[in-house]
């Protein structure tokens, strides 16, 4: 079962960073564009990023365009998501996902493959 796996989450104050990481193995991924989402508790899953394997990004999220950066390393199947000046509304499950398609995608529903999340709380 092909499943991309997140890690680097955890609980941060205000102002401080993360930088997520997305795992991809197993995955060809020159057939994918992978992007990140995230949910709060009570909200929609919402998309942030995506990235084309040529490593154009699109942003979906004005909310963090300018706080957090999504990067990929094709020779180590690794996507991330660097987060800085992190605010108590980032706090959410972080989610990586790939979408066979070259082309991203915002929409959750048109994400093929999912990981289980990682969680990110910004508390003081």
């Known amino acids: 079962q092909l499943q991309p796996v997140e890690s680097g989450g955890g609980l941060v104050q205000p102002g401080e960073s993360l930088r997520l990481s997305c795992v991809a193995s197993?995955?060809?991924?020159?057939?994918?564009?992978i992007g990140w989402f995230r949910q709060a508790p009570g909200k929609k899953r919402e998309g942030l990023f995506c990235?084309?394997?040529?490593?154009?990004?699109?942003n979906y999220a004005d909310s963090v365009k300018s706080r957090f950066t999504i990067s990929r390393d094709n020779a180590k199947n690794t996507v991330y998501l660097q987060m800085s000046s992190l605010k108590p509304e980032d706090t959410a499950v972080y989610y990586c996902?790939?979408?066979?398609?070259?082309?991203?995608?915002?929409?959750?529903?048109?994400?093929?493959?999912w990981g289980q999340g990682t969680q990110v709380t910004v508390s003081s």
């Open positions: 996902a790939l979408r066979r398609n070259p082309t991203c995608s915002g929409t959750a529903t048109f994400q093929d493959y």
């Open positions: 197993g995955f060809i991924m020159a057939d994918y564009s």
């Open positions: 990235i084309r394997y040529n490593g154009l990004s699109t």
